[in-house]
């Protein structure tokens, strides 16, 4: 029964498949590309500079009671060129305001004039510090300028007058992913800055972490708007759910498929001849062979990564504001400073539990917490703040921790599609092991993962994406993608050629 209709049922779900097939392999083969052909930037991270002690003239509770600013989520403080200002977020994931700390008026327009700002060091590099000055003259004539300074004027014109380089065309608030800045991308709020070059190249930015978030130029975009069309099927989306289960369905029947061409091939032999159908046959039969357990890889892990989009995970409450009194906050720099031995480079503040703390990165990243009263530093202050973090987002207790350890760059089940760097990995025992990923430096769950979780993961990273080939390098992966993808492609396309042959011969 079985080997009297194989024929017939392998023709049948080849055709189904064929164009789906067809168009992932296409997409996949040109995957590798959309990777390496990208934007150049200078940077993607920005070296840290010392907060210059002496530009803030304003204490931030005058600063606050200035603007009306009663309660806050947290607050920085950031450089606009020789220009320093709070960057104080009222609640969290609202962009945030600037207020001078020189005389705590609040910059307007300010987050986007600080996008900008970070964008154009991101694209062009950083500036160099200014020259310190050469003599005494010029020192009283620097400070003579800085008593009549404005650093907001300045500020906006150090922003906006920028001629160097590319000029910026727009900057735009992006609170939600769209269909150029995906999913993918994970950071949310961030701004879309884009400059006047011909390659029409836009650099995402997230002003509350100084972070590059992603950049794309017009070349890249359409890179993207193809696979979007042929391998993710964005225009599905509408569907919901829909869209996944034919995918799932899909792959399975590839998968299907693909073990019924491997019964014909060893229940059957290859026929001699020098016929072009003969020679076509054969072409079909040893390139699916070779290509055939990259098809069982590509559908299986396809098949479970659409079918893993039909669940819905459970939201974790990372989005809470802090709500700090601003009568509870002051900031004596010069008593902080004392109690750290290196310069400070950041500067937050943020809540461990019922307490405040501010939060000091130094030059050589380490990282503080000093009591926000009394200056004492809190020993082992970030390992207790992400405990209070993951304690927040599991319900978990904290002696429920059975591991805790620092994650300074992506491997195994923290990947780099979760962006965030550095983390805090906090595993329980309960709940299939689940592991909590958070980030001190802004209060996010960077990942939740649990040992159901890594099989999916690990399938579709190994097998669809062929991170067994990491040990080689990229350029190996992606030769090994686009060699498995390219397979695919010859043998659909031979076998649509049988498939026409055999239409055209039966109805001679």
């Given at each position: ?41 200078a940077t993607q991270s920005l070296a840290l500079q010392p ?218 032999k290859t026929k001699k001849g020098k016929q072009p159908l ?41 989005n809470l504001s802090n709500e700090i009194p601003a009568s ?181």
């Amino acid at each position: 029964m079985i080997r009297k209709n194989i024929y017939k049922w392998h023709r049948i779900s080849s055709l189904i498949i064929a164009i789906p097939v067809l168009l992932w392999a296409i997409s996949g083969l040109m995957h590798p590309l959309m990777t390496t052909i990208k934007p150049q930037m200078a940077t993607q991270s920005l070296a840290l500079q010392p907060i210059d002690s002496a530009a803030l003239e304003t204490p931030l509770p005058r600063a606050l009671e200035q603007n009306k600013i009663t309660h806050f989520h947290t607050m920085r403080l950031v450089q606009i060129d020789n220009n320093w200002f709070y960057q104080v977020q009222l609640k969290n994931g609202d962009p945030p305001v600037y207020l001078s700390t020189k005389n705590g008026k609040s910059l307007r327009n300010g987050d986007k004039l600080y996008a900008q700002y970070i964008a154009k060091q991101f694209l062009q590099g950083q500036p160099q510090p200014p020259a310190e000055a050469q003599d005494e003259h010029a020192g009283h004539d620097m400070k003579e300028e800085s008593s009549s300074h404005d650093c907001c004027d300045a500020a906006t014109t150090c922003v906006l007058a920028d001629t160097s380089g590319a000029l910026v065309e727009s900057v735009e608030l992006v609170t939600g992913f769209n269909k150029e800045y995906k999913y993918v991308n994970r950071l949310l709020p961030v701004y879309k800055v884009q400059f006047d070059r011909e390659d029409g190249i836009r650099v995402y930015v997230e002003t509350m972490q100084d972070r590059f978030a992603y950049a794309v130029d017009n070349k890249r975009a359409g890179f993207d708007r193809f696979f979007a069309l042929c391998h993710t099927w964005d225009w599905l989306s509408a569907t919901g759910r829909f869209k996944y289960l034919l995918m799932g369905l899909i792959t399975g029947l590839g998968f299907l498929t693909t073990i019924m061409g491997l019964y014909i091939f060893f229940i059957t032999k290859t026929k001699k001849g020098k016929q072009p159908l003969a020679r076509t046959r054969r072409t079909h039969r040893i390139v699916s062979l070779i290509a055939c357990a990259f098809t069982l890889m590509f559908t299986f892990s396809g098949g479970l990564h659409a079918l893993e989009k039909l669940k819905t995970p459970d939201p974790i409450a990372d989005n809470l504001s802090n709500e700090i009194p601003a009568s509870a906050v002051t900031l004596n720099y010069s008593r902080l400073q004392a109690e750290i031995p290196f310069a400070v480079c950041d500067l937050s503040i943020t809540r461990i539990d019922s307490a405040l703390y501010w939060r000091a990165v130094t030059k050589n990243k380490k990282v503080e917490y000093l009591h926000a009263a009394h200056y004492t530093i809190l020993p082992n202050g970030e390992e207790q703040h992400a405990l209070s973090l993951a304690t927040t987002f599991s319900g978990h207790a904290a002696r429920d921790v059975v591991k805790m350890e620092r994650i300074t760059k992506f491997a195994g089940e923290y990947g780099f599609v979760n962006k965030r760097l550095p983390v805090w990995k906090l595993s329980y025992a309960s709940n299939n092991n689940e592991r909590y990923y958070v980030e001190t430096s802004t209060g996010k769950c960077a990942a939740q993962v649990t040992d159901k979780d890594l099989f999916e993961g690990y399938s579709f990273a190994l097998l669809h994406k062929h991170h067994f080939m990491d040990w080689a390098g990229k350029s190996a992966r992606d030769i090994s993608t686009m060699i498995a993808a390219g397979l695919q492609v010859i043998m659909v396309l031979v076998g649509l050629f049988l498939f026409y042959r055999w239409i055209k011969r039966k109805r001679s």
